[in-house]
């Protein structure tokens, strides 16, 4: 019922910069949390960051004044602005959205949805 649609990963060099972009759309009431993770082949999907709909964020300490994470005003879109990035930073980024919505019988349901992934690659 909740779709999240990302964009921006790409290849970049190191030092390099990236943004991703995730949309949200569907049967949804209200958000109360955003946020992008990352994977790496072989290893646990890990957070990146997240922005509550307060406007609180929280960060993975290895990305940590590089990387922004920002979702204006009362729009369903997070941004992830990625600067400097570093070979680490490989890995498919995965958008995630928590909120309420209504279920395929119109009854408030909270959901928490992922989208399909971005890969990002940084190679000198």
């Known amino acids: 019922q909740v779709q999240l649609v990302e964009s921006g990963g790409g290849s970049v060099q190191p030092g390099e910069s990236l943004q991703l972009s995730c949309a949200a759309s569907?049967?949804?009431?209200?958000?109360?949390?955003m946020g992008w993770h990352r994977q790496v082949p072989g290893q646990r999907r890990e957070l990146v960051a997240v922005?509550?709909?307060?406007?609180?964020?929280e960060y993975a300490d290895s990305v940590k004044d590089r990387f922004t994470i920002s979702r204006p005003g009362i729009e369903r879109t997070v941004y992830l602005q990625m600067n400097n990035l570093k070979p680490d930073d490989t890995a498919v980024y995965y958008c995630?959205?928590?909120?309420?919505?209504?279920?395929?019988?119109?009854?408030?349901?909270?959901?928490?949805?992922w989208g399909q992934g971005t890969q990002v690659v940084v190679s000198s």
């Open positions: 995630n959205a928590e909120g309420l919505g209504y279920d395929k019988q119109n009854f408030r349901q909270n959901f928490n949805s």
């Open positions: 569907g049967s949804i009431v209200s958000l109360y949390r």
């Open positions: 922005i509550t709909s307060g406007g609180i964020t």
